[in-house]
């Protein structure tokens, strides 16, 4: 069970970061067969392997950071909402610890969205224009991973399956909500103003703040970059690495104790060393 792993996985998931780590810097690829065997990358096939990703989410955005929400269960520990049926659920699972649920993404194509009736980040941002590029669309969401296997090479995989979904379903453009853990702006306002300066969406692509907060903080002259990238989360930098680009605006999402921007990717504006972060193994 996912709510355990923390008690009972920390030992072998440090195992499996030293071995990765070893052959990273050994010179062999992140592919090497003793880390991609240890983990199996695959879509959620059932009830229960949803559940076991809303209780890896439960465990990382309510109790680690704080979060809560209407549909909540406190009592399961389950994080979930009305559009979990909707999504398709990627997960990572770790297959010597009884294949267990160790990271999650969440996914929403255009058909699914239609079904649900909107996408879940129109709840923060108008996506007019995004809606109406004519590209096919992906929403990302929920992306977590067990405290135990950060660092090391779980995200890589997950990024790999989920390269691997673009692909087989001609997804031109992603995009979804991503965070800075409280509510302070004025705390964030030198890296919200570097994503507002230096990383903003094209305008033909560019969603929009409903309940519009500024990120346009600080003149872009008295930004320090490399001390405002010390303060962005790790997985926007990782969005910024693959040419991604931001929203116009923030989102203050208080029941998740959070600040949030939306992210967007445009597959044709990567380059080739940037697709292949994501999109197969390392050789190199």
């Known amino acids: 069970m996912v709510n355990q792993c923390r008690s009972t996985t920390g030992n072998i998931a440090l195992q499996r970061r030293l071995a990765y780590d070893h052959q990273t810097s050994g010179g062999q690829t992140r592919g090497d067969k003793s880390v991609t065997e240890a983990f199996t990358v695959r879509l959620a096939e059932n009830a229960r392997d949803i559940e076991a990703a809303q209780r890896l989410r439960y465990e990382v955005f309510v109790a680690e950071l704080g979060g809560d929400g209407a549909l909540v269960d406190h009592e399961a520990r389950l994080e979930r909402d009305r559009f979990d049926p909707f999504f398709d659920h990627l997960l990572i699972c770790d297959?010597?610890?009884?294949?267990?649920?160790?990271?999650?993404?969440?996914?929403?194509?255009?058909?699914?969205?239609?079904?649900?009736?909107?996408?879940?980040?129109?709840?923060?941002?108008?996506?007019?224009?995004?809606?109406?590029?004519?590209?096919?669309?992906?929403?990302?969401?929920?992306?977590?991973?067990?405290?135990?296997?950060?660092?090391?090479?779980?995200?890589?995989?997950?990024?790999?399956?989920?390269?691997?979904?673009?692909?087989?379903?001609?997804?031109?453009?992603?995009?979804?909500?991503?965070?800075f853990h409280g509510i302070d702006v004025n705390k964030m306002a030198e890296p919200l103003s570097l994503l507002h300066h230096r990383h903003l969406a094209p305008a033909e692509l560019r969603p929009r703040a409903r309940e519009f907060q500024s990120m346009d903080l600080m003149p872009e002259d008295q930004i320090d970059r490399r001390r405002a990238m010390l303060q962005v989360p790790a997985l926007i930098k990782a969005y910024l690495r693959l040419g991604g680009c931001v929203g116009d605006g923030a989102f203050i999402d208080r029941d998740f104790n959070t600040v949030d921007v939306c992210l967007v990717m445009d597959t044709e504006r990567m380059n080739d060393r940037q697709r292949a972060r994501y999109t197969q193994d390392r050789g190199r």
């Open 95 to 179: 297959n010597l610890r009884d294949n267990a649920v160790v990271g999650v993404y969440r996914v929403l194509r255009e058909d699914q969205a239609k079904a649900a009736g909107q996408f879940y980040s129109e709840d923060e941002y108008d996506l007019t224009a995004l809606k109406s590029s004519g590209r096919r669309l992906l929403e990302l969401g929920r992306s977590c991973l067990h405290r135990d296997y950060r660092g090391g090479p779980a995200m890589f995989l997950l990024w790999q399956g989920l390269g691997k979904y673009v692909r087989e379903h001609s997804i031109e453009v992603l995009f979804g909500v991503a965070s």
